[in-house]
């Protein structure tokens, strides 16, 4: 049974950090593409992040390069996004997503975690 579990997310001000957190497990985590995504209210689930098989490709939003940084752990199954200098405009549940290829469209991902809320205020 494929799962994806995030965790991390919390309620911070302007400027501060935030470390998600997805485990993973029953299917081979180091096949897949991981991504992030995040759905803030009243918008559409947007692309934040991606990292490749070996982990030695990341992809980034323009909104978030420079603040995020996605990395996986292999051996604990696990996939983090460390965010930094979080704004307002940061506020969205955030998701984690598998895809066997690298993309920034929420269609090429076919399984999804339950999300958790990152809340940024001002």
């Known amino acids: 049974q494929v799962q994806l579990v995030e965790s991390g997310g919390g309620l911070v001000q302007r400027g501060d950090s935030l470390r998600l957190t997805c485990v993973v497990s029953?299917?081979?985590?180091?096949?897949?593409?991981m991504g992030w995504f995040r759905q803030a209210p009243g918008k559409e689930r947007e692309f934040v992040a991606s990292?490749?098989?070996?982990?030695?490709?990341?992809r980034y939003t323009d909104s978030v390069k420079g603040r995020f940084h996605t990395s996986k752990d292999s051996a604990k199954n696990t996939v983090y996004l460390q965010m930094d200098f979080l704004k307002p405009e940061d506020t969205a549940v955030y998701y984690c997503?598998?895809?066997?290829?690298?993309?920034?469209?929420?269609?090429?991902?076919?399984?999804w975690g339950q999300g958790t809320q990152v809340t940024v205020s001002s």
């Open positions: 990292i490749n098989w070996g982990g030695d490709d990341t």
């Open positions: 029953g299917f081979s985590f180091s096949s897949y593409v």
């Open positions: 997503a598998r895809s066997r290829f690298m993309s920034r469209s929420a269609k090429a991902y076919d399984y």
